[in-house]
């Protein structure tokens, strides 16, 4: 499991090392997910990345291939490993990262300097930091190193871990280099580092560096026109602490702000801990796609502006998404509320997700909401464009393998009385002595039945997240609130059962008055799922593009086992306009071109581009422009 | 005058030498534009672009500065000294351009190559062609030169050219090396040099080089994830003859369209033609932004897909629109067709003109059509966001001096029998003998009057664009369709007048329905003019993004002398609502956020960004999202 504070730490929340998903929905994704993860080995062999470390060690011969950041690769593919082991051992994938990890202990220099290409190319080592991620390198490995101890019990990596570590202690700091990693993700593997070691140097070390930039320490030296020559670019415009938005490199930031508030956990700093979810409230007000998805610009992989969100320019880098569930489950550990839990699950299922296939593993970089056809060439040729088994810049692919392995994590968390349940899958949880199996046909259903296998003989509380889409939940048949937990406190029994029901009607949403790129536009929604509309589902002849939906009666749901590895599908009412206007632009007032009723159906949003490439859209136009 | 069909040429229509803007809007803009070009030589010094010449001439010792495109930016800024030349002698400019002349001529190798930053660092000549632009930099050569020579007779630049021409004929076609430039411009450039000096082999390469595009020659070889491994990016995807659209880099493309387009005026290819003229109206219909500017994405500079034009990220490059312009003028000549002029008359207005302020010469790279904010620190730091003197890339502020020092070209054609008259400003036109003086308070009013000064004893012909947009034209009196020319044929006799009236309501515009970006959204024109909101126009405490338009009552023209050089403002009705929601996204059908009655203050586009960075829109939203 994942970022555990420590004993001491300011948390009220604390996560589970025992949950686990036996069924439903997310066992099916979570085995393709496993099967993944050998053929992610073959796709960095093929890379060149196990062959940068391979070079390094005195293992093989030849020069380094890529970028300098390939290390970080193999070492999210590691943690995706160990994670992986301890949902179900597999003796072959151990085997594997003890071989790795003795790779790449011996890449390490004596003094623990580790980055493989610049090692075998000869280069200067933190020469470059803006643009080499020799930091961001090293903090994939102290997280898959983390991972490796707590999963499986394997040391070895931890020891270069903390070898490189203690590098790093010795190099960087007050009175020693000042100069930052262009990309964050040192910070919280630091402090997780600190919380698997107990090793305070680690946490001194994160938060210098959390504190330390803002101050044009990170971004390239020197002037330079593009995004390359922006501090916001590397979040290093200004000081955390004064920062009110996040802003320029989504993944960057969102990374770094989830360092941030690792170290306002494990300081016990108040003041940090509310910066960081005034950040994260105004990305989640201003700067997050309906999908939960961030990233708005691709010129620099980018957050926009405030209520800058294209559906169709949509960046929504898959990384950028897993970084900001990393950042909700921290602040969820720190605050116990449920928006983080509804930001997790939101971001789960329709940012993270959609960035895997449901079968071959291909993984999509960015997350587009909006493509108006199948046939541009650029679909086939950018590896942003479309579904790929890996990518020239590999980031996201293990990425994913690391945080579909880790889900169990994110299940359930506990305290000295009591189980709080955050997302729905069947699964068996328990903390405290009081164990549950959860059964539900979630998401496709809105009925979660808990049963207690076992119990303490002391009072207790579940705690059930009902989400803020749950109107007219009930609990044992009684309404609950929505947007918050629902609390049962007793003394279980065995064989309890406590039934949370929460209607799933497809609902419209709209966009905030402020957001131009969606006027005039819904999105649908039905319990925690985006839909879409995707070429493939429509009757033949129909333009996506002219396609209208018509919101005065409710989307109708319907379970498809054989479509998409079965999904719900929604049908709609709409009308199918006729074409484009001969002139692009006309004078207000003209009448509404011809239009016929046209029925919509709508797929998850998660399930789309399984089926090769095809024009899809999230936000569907209402009635026209007039 | 620019792109002067040979005698042979298949047009229907001829540039005329002696067209003069004589007063009004046009002169004062000229006027600024004849102050900015002195300027320009010191920005071209300081940059070092000048210096790279000099050094490579032995004039001068040191390293060459920037990238090998600079030496086309000292190009573009002769041409706009030769076109100023030609408006109104000053004899101080013709020095400079003597002078460097003579520099160029003696960096200029003995086998004819000439690139000063790949002579000076010593590197291979055309070996990185995808990138280095040494085709591009001739091709701005040859213009200077044709402009020196039409325009003051100095043939110093015309011999350079040639030699640079040889060289390039010798050195690429068919059986020769076959790889292609990155950037066109050598295309258009090779057919101008061609119709100066009647060297048919200009003409040929011209051709190969159309014609050899789009069979990946001229896009970086290998892989290349980013958009410089996608041939689109080069208009190199498909031959010419091939493409349905301009697609990827919107210079690049509008460039090679142009030459392209000349090419088969030159060549009588009216297969050719019919495939530009289609390109063209594919772009107009799909990829042009109201205003006129192509280009939708930051990433490439690119063209977007289809209707894909975001007023917020409209990259919209002053260079693109001049392109267009460009490409319009050839569409012109070689049809006659009144829609290219209206073409020129909106990108003139709306995508050239907003790129230079009405003082100091700061230049807009980017034309956004709408900035959330004032305050973001990227409008400081990014040349993109906000005007400047100069730029790293400075491919724009040359570019616009040599185009408005061009602009007499543009206002009017003659045939044998008929003079006609496409753009209106207080100007001075003859062709085949007749003279006309040519009065109006255009852009502000569309009263035109036409005084015969001189006119031959036989009939002739004496054609008035109707834009349009001018719905209730009349010519003396009696109503003329719009969207064409008005076409009065007689014997004239000198003091003749004939009288066009185009009535200027404002008028509200919409977007096609597929138009994703710009839905719920009204854009306002008044004439040839697209408006804007800007900040300082507004009463004090009003959000730019909160601002609904009513678009029941039309809005109130207003003329200001005493705003930003004398403009008409439009006064419109409309409300404030309150500001945004608590929740980005919210189910369909809550009310509407409360509002109260405001007076919304619109000025010309071209004026804006004239007092500091400030918060702007074009597409002004109605009511709200419901």
């Not at 002849?541 to 919101?551: A, K, P, S």
Request: glycine residues 8%; charged residues 25%; negative net charge.
């Amino acid at each position: 499991m994942t970022a555990v504070p420590s004993p001491a730490a300011a948390v009220v929340l604390r996560p589970l090392p025992a949950s686990q998903v036996t069924g439903g929905f997310w066992a099916r994704r979570l085995e393709a997910n496993r099967a993944a993860i050998p053929l992610g080995h073959e796709r960095l062999v093929e890379a060149g990345n196990i062959g940068n470390l391979r070079i390094a060690a005195g293992e093989a011969a030849g020069e380094a291939q890529g970028a300098s950041f390939r290390d970080s690769d193999v070492y999210k593919w590691l943690e995706a490993v160990a994670w992986e082991y301890a949902r179900s051992p597999d003796e072959a994938l151990l085997d594997r990262l003890r071989t790795l990890g003795r790779t790449i202990a011996t890449a390490q220099r004596e003094d623990g300097y580790l980055n493989s290409a610049i090692q075998v190319r000869g280069e200067e080592p933190y020469a470059r930091l803006w643009t080499s991620h020799e930091h961001y390198c090293a903090g994939h490995l102290m997280q898959a190193a983390v991972a490796a101890a707590r999963a499986t019990g394997e040391t070895e990596l931890l020891r270069v871990a903390t070898r490189l570590a203690d590098h790093l202690a010795g190099t960087f700091g007050p009175g020693l280099r000042e100069e930052l990693d262009g990309h964050p993700v040192v910070e919280m593997a630091l402090v997780e580092l600190y919380r698997q070691t107990g090793e305070r140097r680690y946490l001194d070390l994160a938060r210098h560096f959390v504190e330390a930039r803002g101050h044009g320490r990170a971004a390239k030296p020197g002037f330079d026109p593009s995004h390359y020559g922006d501090p916001a670019h590397y979040s290093d415009r200004l000081p955390v602490r004064e920062a009110e938005t996040v802003e320029g490199h989504a993944v960057r930031a969102v990374y770094f702000a989830a360092g941030a508030t690792d170290v306002a956990i494990e300081t016990g700093d108040t003041e940090l801990l509310a910066v960081m979810r005034r950040q994260y409230d105004v990305m989640r007000r201003r700067k997050q796609h309906v999908t939960g998805a961030v990233g708005a610009r691709w010129d620099g992989e980018a957050f926009g502006e405030a209520y800058e969100l294209p559906p169709d320019r949509a960046y929504a880098e898959t990384c950028a998404g897993i970084g900001a569930m990393q950042w909700a489950w921290r602040l969820l550990l720190a605050t116990g509320e449920s928006v983080y839990a509804d930001q997790i699950e939101l971001l789960l299922y329709n940012a993270v997700l959609p960035a895997v296939s449901l079968a071959e593993a291909d993984y999509f970089y960015v997350n587009t909401l909006h493509r108006r056809t199948g046939a541009r060439a650029d679909v086939q040729r950018s590896p942003a464009h479309g579904r790929r088994p890996w990518f020239n810049c590999a980031c996201c692919p293990p990425n994913v393998m690391r945080t579909l392995a880790a889900l169990p994590t994110y299940l359930a968390t506990g305290t000295q009385d009591g189980l709080q349940v955050h997302l729905y899958a069947r699964s068996a949880l328990a903390s405290g002595g009081l164990a549950v199996d959860v059964d539900t046909e979630y998401p496709w259903d809105g009925l979660v039945t808990v049963t207690v296998r076992e119990a303490p003989s002391r009072e207790m509380e579940l705690a059930l997240r009902v989400p803020d889409w749950a109107e007219g939940a009930t609990v044992d048949g009684k309404p609950v609130e929505c947007g918050g937990y629902a609390r049962v406190r007793r003394v279980f029994r065995p064989g309890d059962r406590v039934v949370l029901a929460m209607p799933m009607p497809a609902r419209f949403m709209v966009a905030d008055d402020r957001m131009d790129a969606t006027r005039g536009c819904v999105a649908v929604t039905r319990g925690p799922l985006v839909y879409a509309i995707e070429q493939p589902d429509q009757p033949s002849g129909v333009v996506l593009e002219d396609l209208r939906i018509d919101t005065a009666t409710p989307p109708r749901p319907e379970h498809r086992p054989d479509l998409l590895d079965g999904v719900t599908v929604l049908r709609a009412d709409g009308v199918l306009e006729s074409g484009p206007a001969e002139s692009p632009y006309r004078p207000l007032g003209q009448p509404a071109p011809a239009a016929r009723p046209a029925e919509l159906t709508l797929i998850p949003y998660y399930a789309w581009a399984n089926r090769g490439p095809h024009a899809m859209r999230v936000w569907i136009p209402t009635r026209r422009n007039t």
